[in-house]
């Protein structure tokens, strides 16, 4: 059936949406939500059906067509193009293999991440898989798979120089800003460290959000490629680079639903590193009441995976357990996170210990595991990096490279409140999940000067009416509502 | 936020979608595919947010409805109404422990099939309930607490009289149409039998569409009750009635997905008997290679649950396994169906004789389940209301009460093929899904007059040179097509 174009600039983000008038719909014998190929010149794209019954939306004869498929098609409004039906997409029975709890191979495993990059999975199928995956989880072999299809469909980025170091934290700590603290060390110490960062998703501030405050960190691949000629070392925002964009389509069905699978995670994480070429790796993983992962058997199956991936992919890899009781520095949020990097690269006295110990202990694993320090002296060498001011002095070439941002970002927000103890004692409790959410409810990301800062830590010692955290914002409103429905004793527990 | 409705003539036939332009979505700090409430004077609805750049689409400032959204907020172009960010649907949390494995409570379904019927689910919740609910199997319990959620969620039916009838076949048989000679011999009986039945999903025929070619199926529910009044007995399309509307929008989501789960089903079954008030129920279990039951174990096993269910909706039960190698009438397809059943009412000697035998002994099962004949002498009964032209007459009235079809549906359509025999010997197998795609790629159920005609049946000896099938179509276009792709050969095994 040949159907002539109507432009209609609805801008969907996901699928592929048409719409046909009701009466071409019983002709083709297409219901809402099935899937129509649509051919223009050498353009073939598959699309959802949505109908219409009112001609003014569309006429019978035509077909309506939203942005991202116009484009696709590079279909004019007027043109016409040829509608057929199709079967299903050849993903459908896979998913339904993993439905059925059987083991996918890798060829499954691309062909149904090819036609979820391809736009070409309705919502409910996207779902469906997701949700089979999750609850038959994947084999080690099945991540290695998911993981290398995810790549092969996104962009690679290749250096001629090894090693390429890597650092990664899996989350869920607020304040656990180390990768600004350790690129700049490793690249100091002359080795290449191309390091990707998210954005928050559920979090305060992610890296990237961090970092902006300072530089630009949406580099693509070959501003990214410049910067490391320059400097060694880059810290950019991963979405800029399209490396593993069906990793986005996934977590965005996974988010919603408030799936998180394991499987799923290596592979995104261990995709990512892949991608840019990294050959040495070290991982974090908090653990602790407030980390993602609670316990030490479950951080010890989780390396183990980790470690197969890895070995599969040639990446050579460290884990390290580390504390996850309560944040790391002092702020949470992107300025006020970024207030206590820059202290620490300057070597001022008030910058916070616990960060500062972390990302050294980090950096000097890294530079034993590349061989450019002996085994036990890379802490020495990294803390050395650091007091000389040659991080700080890489730290600032790399913000040259990459664009520095207006220093407004780094402004904390005008408006706020602290909270004092109410009694003598020692710290020896302190919710990170509720301190994340007042830093959200404050502003934070998207408020970069909003969030919240800790003048305590677990095991210190505090006064009745000293202060034990501020909340900031950058507007009163946001400020009010951050604190009104808390309930600020459950936050610091002092005994 | 305050916004201004922009009326968008687009049926979307499932979740409510709105559009924003992206700088108003920006400020709300939603997504595409998040959720917002609608609030226009009492009125306040859920719906789905896809996103634009252009102005011409949705200004900043409006918000764009798509038609049912429109109707249900009855909010006129221009007219303002209020947004609001809402947390995920009280569903997802319920969907979250499914896929973690646990039973729901009736509580729980019925919050869910709430929520999906006031289409407040994206199409990404309802994949995941449905895809969790088929990889951890419902549970007895779990299907009775979804039937009763589905049953109060739609319209319901009642009536004062006693005992309330009702027949059913789980399907998978071709030109098993049973229905429209049972219900006429129990009516005749004197006894009430309020039968809706379902259109084709996948077969070349429902029984609503077989009767369509007789009668007029799609009656509302008064008009259903006028019938009753008149006749006793009823036969219309279930689809017209809203009895358990959850269950079409589950059955949109399985279909596509390929998922056919034994819980939904027996759900989605009892679901319909139970809202129309049925007291009594003959279930008929088609067992064999060609229907949806292959083997006596799993037979077996579905009895005992259907009768579970039947005890807790105070439903009495018969099930009953019957043959389920092939075809029982002659006809495959609307109009050839209804030939079948014409010539079975009036007694006509070339009615095919599996049909007319198993009617009357489900006929018989039921009129002793309602203690109308004897233990043992229901099916000389049934067979006695048939001969005697009874049932005809019951029938002819019937018809008159739902009213009369177009003469024109009854037509047989004029382009055929017949397939003979090659060789001499005894039917041994007869594919009856082969037989199926040909009917429906002949045109059925849609062209009434499009199908396929058996002339032998299992164990029939036959010459070479005698006919097997004749295929109908109405078009000489699709006739071709119905049997080109097809190995003749693979159809009928003669031996």
Same mark, same amino acid.
Request: some cysteine.
């Given at each position: ?14 699928? =592929? ?8 719909? !019983?002709?083709?014998?297409? +219901? ?10 050498? +353009? ?56 059925? $709890? ?5 060829? !499954? ?5 090819? !036609? ?95 970092? !902006? ?14 910067? &490391? ?21 996934? /977590? ?6 408030? &799936? ?45 995976? =980790? ?12 884990? &390290? =357990? ?9 702020? /949470? ?8 990097? %820059? ?32 085994? $036990? ?32 970002? %780094? ?37 970069? $000067?909003?969030?919240?800062?800790? +003048?305590? +830590? ?32 459950? /936050? =610091?527990?002092?005994?």
């Amino acid at each position: 059936m040949l159907l002539r174009v109507k432009r209609l600039d609805i801008h969907t983000g996901g699928p =592929f949406i048409s719409i046909l008038h009701a009466r071409d719909a !019983e002709q083709l014998d297409v +219901h809402y939500g099935d899937r129509i190929l649509i051919s223009h010149n050498n +353009h073939k794209e598959i699309a959802v059906v949505d109908i219409t019954h009112h001609k003014k939306t569309v006429q019978p004869g035509s077909i309506g067509l939203m942005e991202e498929l116009q484009a696709k098609l590079n279909a004019r409004h007027g043109a016409k193009v040829r509608i057929s039906i199709i079967p299903h997409a050849e993903s459908t029975i896979i998913i339904g293999k993993k439905m059925a $709890g059987r083991r996918l191979s890798s060829q !499954e495993f691309l062909t149904v991440v090819q !036609e979820i990059v391809r736009n070409r999975l309705t919502e409910a199928e996207l779902a469906a898989f997701v949700t089979a995956c999750f609850i038959h989880e994947l084999s080690d072999d099945e991540v290695v798979s998911l993981c290398k299809a995810m790549v092969l469909t996104g962009e690679r980025i290749t250096f001629r120089r090894r090693p390429v170091m890597d650092v990664h934290c899996i989350g869920g700590i607020p304040g656990n800003r180390t990768t600004p603290i350790i690129v700049p060390i490793i690249a100091a110490a002359g080795l290449l460290i191309p390091k990707t960062s998210s954005r928050a998703i559920t979090s305060p501030s992610g890296t990237a959000d961090t970092l !902006e405050t300072i530089m630009d960190v949406s580099l693509g691949i070959n501003r990214l490629k410049k910067a &490391i000629e320059k400097t060694n070392g880059a810290m950019v925002w991963g979405g800029a680079l399209n490396l593993a964009p069906a990793d986005d389509r996934i /977590i965005r069905i996974e988010h919603p639903l408030n &799936i998180d699978a394991e499987g799923q995670m290596i592979a995104s994480v261990m995709a990512k590193k892949y991608a840019v070429g990294s050959t040495h790796l070290l991982l974090d993983i908090p653990v602790g009441g407030m980390a993602k992962v609670k316990s030490p058997s479950a951080a010890l199956r989780l390396k183990r995976r =980790f470690e197969y991936v890895g070995r599969r992919l040639g990446i050579k890899m460290r884990i &390290i =357990f580390t504390e996850g009781e309560e944040p790391i520095g002092n702020g /949470i949020g992107p300025a006020l996170e970024a207030q206590d990097i %820059l202290k620490i690269m300057k070597n001022d006295k008030t910058a916070p210990v616990y960060l500062k110990e972390k990302s050294l202990k980090m950096a000097g694993i890294m530079l034993e595991m590349a061989g450019k320090a002996k085994i $036990g002296s890379g802490y020495k060498m990294a803390a050395e990096i650091l007091s000389s001011g040659r991080a700080l002095k890489k730290f600032n070439q790399m913000v040259e490279a990459q664009g520095r941002a207006p220093k407004s970002r %780094l402004k904390i927000g005008k408006y706020k409140t602290t909270i004092f103890s109410k009694r003598n004692g020692k710290v020896s409790w302190i919710n990170a999940r509720i301190l994340s959410q007042i830093a959200k409810a404050a502003g934070a990301p998207k408020d970069y $000067g909003a969030g919240v800062y800790l +003048h305590q +830590h677990l095991k210190d010692m505090v006064q009745k009416g000293q202060p034990l955290f501020t909340v900031y914002a950058e507007n009163s409103e946001k400020l009010k509502h951050s604190i009104a429905n808390e309930q600020l004793d459950l /936050i =610091f527990r002092i005994t």
